[in-house]
């Protein structure tokens, strides 16, 4: 059997030409700048509108829209990942007892991770799945669906519910630190943190 040989690429060159002479004209997309003459040629390839031949880069009201830009970029992007509970998976630290947060047990620790519009995770014993609607710092859940698997150590099934309704009584949540805490009519009622 005989082998083929690769067939070899022509690489890809560009040139830009940067000097204080006078600026070149304006070209369209896909054409040809000629200036003087013959040797000096800037090809761009492109859709519609004009590009500027020559390479002396952005300035005026073009680099303070594109410096605009970037700002608003790089906040939305860095808001999102860092301020958000979305996209991030957490671990429960402690549950409300009805007098006050306690831990919950170490073998059966809820877990919540909100994605897009719907919340998953582990109750303690069974997995759950819901709907939720982020707006601001309010937060809530739709009808809660778990599997029901029985879990026979001690206090873990009952953990489990107690973490369900109180889930299902979140209406706001904030950050501290990397802490997520959810609340019911102001008072903290959950609270976790993040697993990475």
């Given at each position: 059997m005989r082998r083929r040989r690769?067939?070899?690429?022509?690489?890809l060159r560009s040139r830009l030409n940067v000097d204080d002479e006078e600026p070149e004209p304006r070209v369209p997309a896909g054409g040809v700048a000629r200036r003087g003459d013959s040797t000096r040629r800037s090809r761009w390839i492109g859709e519609g509108g004009s590009i500027p031949a020559r390479g002396s880069g952005v300035s005026g009201p073009g680099l303070v829209a594109l410096v605009a830009g970037l700002v608003?970029?790089?906040?939305?992007?860095?808001?999102?990942a860092g301020d958000a509970p979305e996209g991030r998976a957490w671990r429960a630290e402690s549950l409300e007892a009805g007098d006050g947060l306690v831990e919950p047990i170490p073998t059966a620790t809820p877990t919540l991770r909100l994605d897009g519009e719907r919340a998953s995770g582990s109750a303690g014993c069974n997995r759950y799945s819901a709907s939720y609607a982020l707006d601001g710092s309010k937060l809530?859940?739709?009808?809660?669906?778990?599997?029901?698997m029985f879990c026979a150590a001690e206090g873990v099934m009952e953990q489990?519910?107690?973490?369900?309704?109180?889930?299902?009584?979140?209406?706001?949540?904030r950050l501290e630190g990397d802490r997520l805490v959810l609340e019911a009519e102001g008072t903290p009622i959950l609270v976790f943190a993040e697993t990475g």
């Amino acid at each position: 059997m005989r082998r083929r040989r690769p067939r070899r690429r022509r690489p890809l060159r560009s040139r830009l030409n940067v000097d204080d002479e006078e600026p070149e004209p304006r070209v369209p997309a896909g054409g040809v700048a000629r200036r003087g003459d013959s040797t000096r040629r800037s090809r761009w390839i492109g859709e519609g509108g004009s590009i500027p031949a020559r390479g002396s880069g952005v300035s005026g009201p073009g680099l303070v829209a594109l410096v605009a830009g970037l700002v608003v970029a790089a906040v939305a992007c860095a808001g999102r990942a860092g301020d958000a509970p979305e996209g991030r998976a957490w671990r429960a630290e402690s549950l409300e007892a009805g007098d006050g947060l306690v831990e919950p047990i170490p073998t059966a620790t809820p877990t919540l991770r909100l994605d897009g519009e719907r919340a998953s995770g582990s109750a303690g014993c069974n997995r759950y799945s819901a709907s939720y609607a982020l707006d601001g710092s309010k937060l809530s859940f739709g009808p809660i669906a778990a599997t029901k698997m029985f879990c026979a150590a001690e206090g873990v099934m009952e953990q489990e519910d107690r973490f369900l309704r109180l889930l299902a009584s979140v209406d706001t949540w904030r950050l501290e630190g990397d802490r997520l805490v959810l609340e019911a009519e102001g008072t903290p009622i959950l609270v976790f943190a993040e697993t990475g």
